[in-house]
């Protein structure tokens, strides 16, 4: 999941161009975040960015992240609002820069990308597995080698 907005968009085609799928998401979008998924249903969120930011904090009452201060300095750095319609607004990143310069966001944006969209559970994720080649062919440059060496 790749952020599609600014310098992003180039990395999306780059990613494109070499045929790997890739799932783009605008910031700025409408939310269409599975809340069913991360236990934040029935919050209304103004855009994708307030919406995937929700459904991480929703997690984060059973998942797990690394005890690390910068992460937990991002964190605390969130604020939010509520738009006319009474949806979850957070405020800009251009806001929290001017409360504080030396803010870092690239980390908890990328944790919160994470949950822009439900993946489908997979058995084998993460694991070391025998898995089927990619690509078969009967060609195999060493036998020409053992072919030598056994002559």
Known sequence: ????????????DQIRH?????????????????????????????????????ACRAWLKTGCIPDDPALRKQFSAIKYTLNRRDEIQ?????????L???????????????????LAANDQAGGEYPRKPLVEHEYDPLKIFEKEIAA
């Open 1 to 12: 999941m790749v952020d599609g907005g600014g310098v992003g968009g180039g990395v999306v």
């Open 100 to 118: 504080d310069p030396d803010l870092e966001l690239d980390d908890i944006d990328a944790l919160v990308l994470t949950f822009a969209h439900a």
């Open 90 to 98: 957070l405020i800009s990143k251009e806001d929290m820069l001017k």
């Open 18 to 54: 070499k045929a790997l799928h890739c799932y783009e998401v605008q910031f700025g979008s409408k939310d269409d975040t599975p809340h069913s998924a991360w236990g934040s249903d029935g919050e209304r969120y103004a855009n994708k960015r307030s919406g995937m930011y929700g």
